[in-house]
C-alpha cells in the first residue's frame, strides 16, 4: 500500500508487514532495512532536541518539586518520604545536601513513573541532567515507535516518518521530554500499548487467513503475547497516572471489536456470537490481568517497607490494616462507608486500598485555584499553555544583550500550526471513520477519545494543558493521514499528486518553521524581552 491509498483502504484486512523483500546484495539489504532508516534518522534528530543543554535550567521546573525527589526517596527506601522546606536550595547548591528523611510522605500518584525517573538518578545522581534523563530517553523513543507505529497503520513508511516527525518538533512534545514530569513517561506506555494491539491485530488477521469459511466462528486464536503485552503497557501508564484507566478500558474494547471484524472478514457467519464466546474472555484476561499484575507490582517498594509505622519509616499509612478486620476506607469524598469484614484479605493489600481512597479524594477533590490551570475545551487549540520557568534578566547578566532585558523561559505550548492543523484532522478522520468505514482513523480517533474525552468530567479540578503530552501521537497521527489524503489517491493524475506534493509539503515546512519559532520558549533560551512579546500570539499565554 503506498501514502496514496490511504484515502482507499483494502476490501479486505490484510497484515501490514512489508513484502519480502528482493534478493541479492544491496538491494535487498537496503529492502530489509527501509523500514528502519528514515524512523532512526527522525529519532536521532528527536534525540538531539530532548538531550542537547538538558541539564539547563539548573533548576527546578514546575512540579519537578516534587517527582524527582519522590524519585530519589524511592531509591534510597522503597517509598516516598519527607523533605525540609530548603530541599530544593540544598539540592542544587555546591556542595550538595540531600536531607531525605524517613518519615512517610503522602503522594497523589502511583510510584511507577518515579521509579523509572529514578534510574536516570541512580546512573547520573540527583540533578537536573539527572531527573530529566529518562524522560528525554522515552520521548526519543517514543518518535522511533510512533514512526514505526504509522508505517504498520497505513501500510507507507513515509507517512510513518512524517507522523514521528510532527511529533519531533511538537513543543508540549519536547517540552515534556525535557522536565522531570510524569505524563511524557506515560505518555510512552500508552503508545507502546496502541502498538502492540496493532501487532497482535496483524497477526490475528495471518492466523484467520488460513482458515475456511466454516471455521472462523468456531477457531480458538491461542496465545497472543502482542496482546498481554499492550496490557502490560497500559497497565504501566496506570500505574504511572491513573488517568490510564480510561485508556485500558477504551483498548479492551478495540482489541474485541478487531477480533469480531477479523472474524466476520474470514467468513465467520456469527462473528459477534464468536467474538463474545472465544475473544471476550481472555481478553479481559489477557489486558486487565496484565495490567493490574503490573499496577499492584508497581507499589512493591511500599508493600515491602513495613518499616515502624507512621513516623518511623514504612511508605504512608503501610500500617493502616493492622488492627483492623475491615476493607473499606472510612470514608471517600467526606461519605463514611461500612467497614467490610475481609480480615482474609491480608493487611497490607487492605492499607493499600485505603490509600488509594484518600488518593481518589485528593484527586477528584482538588480545586485549589492556580494560575494556569485551564478547561479542557481549550487544549486541542492551545488556548492556555502552562508557563512552567520564567526568569527575567537584566541586561548584562548570563548573556543579555538587550537594553530592555531579556528573558528565559519553559512554556507548555504544543506547536500552534501542528495542533490547529489536528483539529481538522481530527474532522477528517471522523468522516473516514462514520462514512467509509475506515479502521485505521476508528483507532487513531479510539485513542484520542480515551486520552481526552475523560478530563471533560473534572472541569471543576485544577487540571491542566500539558496533561495532553499523552494525545501527541495521535494528533501527529491525524495529521498524517490528512497529509497522506492531500498527496493524492493512486492513480491520479501526475498534475494532481504534484500539486498534492506542494501542499502536504507546505504544511510540513509551515509547522516545522512554527516549532523553530517557539524553539527559545522550549528551552528556557534568554532572548530579548521583545522577542519574547513577539511570539505571546494571545494573551491567554501569558
Not at 429 to 445: E, M, P, Q, T
Request: a positive charge; one cysteine or more.
Amino acid at each position: 500500500m503506498t501514502q496514496a491509498a490511504l484515502t482507499h483502504p483494502p476490501a479486505a484486512p490484510t497484515s501490514a508487514a512489508p513484502a519480502p523483500a528482493p534478493r541479492g546484495g544491496l538491494v535487498r539489504w537496503a529492502a530489509d532495512r527501509s523500514g528502519w532508516l528514515g524512523p532512526i534518522a527522525v529519532a536521532l534528530f528527536a534525540g538531539l532536541l530532548r538531550f542537547w543543554n538538558l541539564g539547563h535550567p539548573n533548576a527546578f521546573v514546575f512540579d519537578e518539586t516534587y517527582y524527582p525527589k519522590d524519585a530519589w526517596s524511592l531509591l534510597q527506601q522503597g517509598y516516598e518520604g519527607t523533605w525540609p522546606d530548603h530541599a530544593n536550595a540544598d539540592i542544587l547548591s555546591v556542595p550538595q545536601s540531600i536531607a531525605l528523611g524517613s518519615a512517610p510522605e503522602f503522594v497523589a500518584h502511583p510510584p511507577l513513573g518515579k521509579w523509572v525517573m529514578a534510574t536516570g538518578e541512580q546512573l547520573f545522581g540527583l540533578n537536573p541532567f539527572g531527573w530529566r534523563f529518562m524522560t528525554a530517553l522515552l520521548g526519543t523513543l517514543a518518535v522511533l515507535m510512533l514512526a514505526r507505529i504509522g508505517r504498520r497503520l497505513f501500510g507507507s513508511t513515509l507517512v510513518g516518518c512524517t507522523a514521528a516527525l510532527l511529533m519531533a518538533v511538537d513543543g508540549l512534545q519536547l517540552v515534556m521530554s525535557r522536565v522531570g514530569l510524569l505524563d511524557g513517561i506515560q505518555m510512552f506506555f500508552v503508545l507502546a500499548s496502541f502498538g502492540s494491539l496493532l501487532v497482535d491485530r496483524d497477526h490475528v488477521r495471518a492466523r484467520l487467513a488460513g482458515v475456511a469459511d466454516a471455521d472462523a466462528d468456531a477457531v480458538r486464536l491461542g496465545w497472543r503475547p502482542w496482546r498481554i503485552a499492550a496490557g502490560v503497557f497500559v497497565g504501566a501508564a496506570c500505574a504511572v497516572k491513573w488517568n490510564g484507566a480510561p485508556i485500558l478500558a477504551a483498548f479492551g474494547i478495540l482489541t474485541v471489536l478487531w477480533d469480531q471484524s477479523g472474524r466476520r472478514g474470514a467468513g465467520a457467519r456469527r462473528p459477534w456470537r464468536s467474538m463474545l464466546r472465544l475473544d471476550a474472555v481472555p481478553a479481559f484476561l489477557a489486558m486487565v490481568g496484565s495490567a493490574v499484575v503490573v499496577y499492584v507490582g508497581a507499589w512493591s517498594g511500599w508493600l515491602a517497607t513495613g518499616g515502624g509505622g507512621a513516623n518511623g519509616g514504612g511508605g504512608y499509612d503501610r500500617h493502616w490494616a493492622d488492627g483492623r478486620a475491615g476493607l473499606s476506607p472510612d470514608s471517600v469524598l467526606g461519605i463514611p462507608l461500612p467497614q467490610v469484614p475481609m480480615g482474609w484479605v491480608p493487611a497490607p493489600l487492605r492499607s493499600l486500598w485505603h490509600y488509594h481512597a484518600q488518593m481518589y479524594d485528593f484527586n477528584t477533590g482538588l480545586s485549589t485555584p492556580h494560575t494556569y490551570q485551564s478547561n479542557p475545551f481549550a487544549w486541542l487549540v492551545d488556548g492556555r499553555p502552562v508557563s512552567m520557568y520564567w526568569e527575567q534578566i537584566p541586561y548584562g547578566q548570563h548573556g543579555c544583550t538587550s537594553s530592555g532585558g531579556c528573558a528565559a523561559q519553559i512554556l507548555g505550548l504544543g506547536t500552534p500550526f501542528l495542533w490547529w492543523a489536528a483539529c481538522f484532522a481530527l474532522v477528517y478522520l471522523l468522516w473516514r471513520w462514520f462514512f467509509r468505514r475506515d479502521w485505521r482513523s476508528g483507532a487513531v480517533l479510539c485513542a484520542v477519545a480515551a486520552v481526552y474525552l475523560p478530563w471533560f468530567r473534572y472541569q471543576e479540578r485544577t487540571i491542566f494543558s500539558f496533561y495532553m503530552v499523552v494525545l501527541v501521537p495521535f494528533l501527529c497521527l491525524a495529521v498524517a493521514q490528512m497529509l497522506g489524503a492531500i498527496l493524492g489517491p493512486a492513480g491520479c493524475s501526475p498534475e494532481r499528486r504534484r500539486i498534492g506534493a506542494i501542499g502536504a509539503g507546505a504544511v510540513v515546512l509551515a509547522i516545522v518553521g512554527c516549532f523553530a519559532f517557539f524553539y527559545p520558549l522550549y528551552t528556557a533560551e534568554v532572548i530579548p524581552m521583545s522577542s519574547w512579546q513577539d511570539r505571546m500570539w494571545f494573551t491567554s499565554w501569558i
